[in-house]
């Protein structure tokens, strides 16, 4: 089954279309819905239906265009959950129905999206899926699992942009992530092996296999995909391309592949070199350039620390002084894209964080302020807030931020452990003790072992 267009659907289905559609753009939703649900009862795989009753979902759970609040619903263990998922082994069209019927109540539920999704995947919809992996990531901006299949899913129906953005914002909050940055890897790789070959995806027919025309090619994929290449196959994958840029000098898909092989094998200068050979191109305003170029920069900071003596009388001195130097490029670097993309919160929490690093709690706090206005680092800025208020010991503001922050986590999870155990440090230091006892309490009932509250709360007790 391929998903199909409004010319490739029935007249039938093309009618409750366009009645739905235009009962859409007149705000009468719940006929709009009940129109585009039928269609889509009936064909299945008619994508621009499924997008305009997402569109109608949302509108009639009051949400404007484009935007989707972060919401945690309990129907994840509700009837018509349970029936779907049994339904999905013998019938994904059937799953794939009742998923819709709950997301016509309720579509941010992500227990529903999960149903469309492996529905979907096993009909054969890919555009389908990666509809509702979009409202599951932004319900779960910080589940890396869920954005790196997003990111795959994406990817396979051409929307390579996409996919490489959710990994990178992900990237920014967790630098160092080896599975991050191997994903990220693995779709670059992807998307420059298999050049021209999205066009199928894009168009609702074909999958990925198609791209890769005989088990020859797709050995090759394989290898050149893997996170950690071994030597002598990154070696040889050096020679074949530059090989291929002897005759394909313009192939900045080639240089970039390229730069991306000599930085693994920390040949810094040279993938440095390739990566501005790109950036003085027609493609050089490409963000994710921008950020390959930082994460180089900063590997060779690292790679420098790593090659100093140990032994070295002035080992701490050299490792603090190359330290420094790394934190004043990621400033710079930061402030020039926080001045080319003005609007872009994330940048702007990005920048709060090398303050913060650096000792610049003022500068830190107006960045951490913008920040917290993106819905996706809204709790971190205001963490952050807390932490920089304290330093400068404004006790009372970082005490307020952090319970402003805790008012916004209902579930009690690693983030809000983290939350609570900073409200209670901020009071010790503002000498309320027995207010600072009863948020380690709140840890140690679910936590023991968290930090150090065994310790704060069996002393406590103990002094009674």
Do not use: W
Request: proline share 3%; aromatic share 8%; net charge neutral.
């Amino acid at each position: 089954m391929a998903e199909k267009q409004l010319n490739q659907v029935s007249i039938d289905s093309r009618k409750l279309f366009t009645k739905g559609t235009d009962a859409l753009s007149r705000e009468n939703l719940d006929y709009a819905i009940a129109l585009l649900t039928q269609a889509l009862d009936n064909e299945p795989e008619f994508f621009d239906c499924r997008k305009a009753l997402r569109e109608a979902q949302f509108r009639k759970a009051g949400e404007s265009k484009g935007f989707f609040k972060k919401m945690l619903s309990g129907a994840g263990s509700s009837p018509q959950v349970a029936k779907a998922r049994m339904a999905m082994s013998k019938n994904p069209a059937e799953a794939l129905s009742i998923a819709e019927q709950i997301l016509n109540n309720d579509p941010n539920n992500s227990a529903a999206h999960r149903i469309v999704v492996d529905a979907a995947n096993a009909l054969e919809l890919p555009r389908t899926a990666v509809l509702s992996f979009e409202v599951m990531v932004r319900n779960s901006p910080k589940d890396k699992n869920l954005a790196i299949e997003f990111a795959y899913a994406a990817s396979q129906i051409g929307e390579s942009a996409k996919s490489e953005k959710v990994l990178m914002d992900l990237l920014r909050d967790n630098p160092g992530d080896g599975e991050l940055n191997g994903a990220l890897k693995d779709l670059s790789a992807r998307k420059t092996m298999t050049e021209g070959g999205y066009g199928a995806l894009e168009g609702g027919g074909g999958s990925f296999r198609d791209i890769l025309k005989d088990k020859k090619q797709a050995a090759k994929l394989e290898q050149e995909n893997r996170v950690e290449k071994s030597e002598d196959v990154t070696e040889r994958l050096i020679g074949e391309y530059e090989t291929r840029l002897q005759t394909e000098p313009n192939n900045l898909k080639v240089v970039r592949s390229l730069a991306e092989l000599y930085a693994q094998r920390k040949q810094f200068e040279q993938a440095l070199g390739l990566y501005d050979r790109i950036k003085n191109s027609e493609m050089g305003n490409d963000p994710s350039l921008e950020l390959a170029i930082a994460n180089t920069v900063v590997k060779r900071y690292d790679h420098q620390i790593a090659q100093l003596n140990p032994f070295d009388p002035e080992h701490a001195a050299q490792v603090e002084r190359i330290r420094a130097e790394k934190l004043s490029f990621q400033m710079a670097e930061c402030q020039k894209r926080v001045e080319k993309y003005p609007t872009d919160l994330a940048i702007r929490f990005e920048m709060g964080q090398f303050y913060f690093q650096g000792g610049k709690y003022s500068e830190a706090i107006q960045e951490f302020q913008k920040s917290k206005n993106n819905p996706h680092k809204k709790l971190a800025s205001m963490s952050y807030l807390a932490q920089c208020f304290a330093k400068r010991k404004m006790f009372d503001l970082a005490a307020s931020t952090l319970q402003n922050a805790i008012k916004e986590k209902p579930v009690f999870d690693e983030e809000k452990k983290d939350l609570t155990y900073n409200l209670g440090s901020v009071l010790e230091s503002m000498g309320k003790k027995e207010e600072a006892i009863e948020q380690f309490k709140q840890i140690y009932e679910i936590d023991a072992g968290y930090k150090d509250v065994t310790t704060k709360v069996e002393a406590f007790y103990a002094g009674q």
